[in-house]
């Protein structure tokens, strides 16, 4: 009697021990924010005082003044340099397009964030580009031959998959969650069967990744971040 009893606790046990392990998710992704994640602003001011042509770029008052109300909202709420650039298109105005590209590629990568980019690159994880940077100006910083600086950070990327604000999804920027809809449908990606985490410097974006299935690391800085990908059972060590 004794014996069946303890039969029925190890088989009891077995069972519990086998139902609480996770299980594994086949492919883990890693979508990352660029903007004070792993590119910081640096000389933007500089870029656009010295601008050889600045007096062509805002020579018309109606441009001009556009130009002043996107800088005013941009110090409260995120605008793309796709939505300044599409000005200079506007009003036909080169000088301007090239100012604006000048000033947005002002950045400098973030070392200690592009160190554990690096590390989670070699033991073998996916990464994606998720910003609200917008395309015209992705396309400039990640070219190889025009800004070879920025080489050992975008080389770690799937830049084909990676998600940017085109002027057509613009009103869907982060924190929308059909920001992340749209990276999902684009690469065709189920996040019940591929883990995708995120990592971004704002709650609300975290919050709308959240909303849409996708895990959400807020970045403080990289000790931190480190810790929190230890927590969540990510290898990053070398």
């Known amino acids: 009697m004794i014996k069946r009893i303890y039969i029925l606790l190890a088989l009891s046990l077995s069972t519990v021990s086998v139902a609480t392990i996770p299980s594994q998710k086949k492919d883990v992704i890693f979508l990352w924010d660029l903007h004070h994640v792993l590119l910081k602003p640096k000389g933007r001011i500089r870029a656009l005082k010295h601008y050889p ?14 130009f002043l109300k996107y800088s005013l909202v941009s110090r409260f709420k995120e605008v793309s340099s796709e939505k300044f650039l599409e000005l200079g298109d506007r009003y036909n105005n080169p000088y301007f ?5 000048t000033a947005s590629l002002a950045q400098e990568p973030m070392e200690k964030t592009v160190d554990i980019l690096e590390e989670l690159k070699e033991k073998g994880y996916t990464h994606h ?3 609200n940077m917008g395309i015209t100006t992705f396309n400039t910083i ?13 080389k ?19 924190p929308n969650p059909k920001y992340f809809e749209h990276y999902l449908e684009k690469n065709n990606l189920d996040p019940e069967t591929t883990r995708i985490i995120f990592i ?30 230890a927590d969540m059972g990510i290898d990053i060590s070398r």
């Open 53 to 66: 042509h600045k007096k062509k770029a805002l020579r018309n008052t109606n441009l001009r003044r556009k």
């Open 142 to 154: 990640t070219d190889a031959q025009k800004y070879p600086q920025f080489v050992p950070l975008f």
């Open 129 to 131: 580009v998720g910003s």
């Open 200 to 229: 971004d410097d704002r709650r609300k974006n975290i919050q709308a990744a959240n909303s849409v299935g996708l895990e959400g690391v807020r970045f403080k800085n990289a000790t931190q971040l480190r810790r929190d990908l």
């Open 97 to 101: 397009k090239e100012m604006i590209l």
């Open 156 to 174: 770690n990327f799937d830049l084909d998959k990676s998600h940017v604000v085109t002027r057509k999804t613009d009103q869907f920027k982060k």
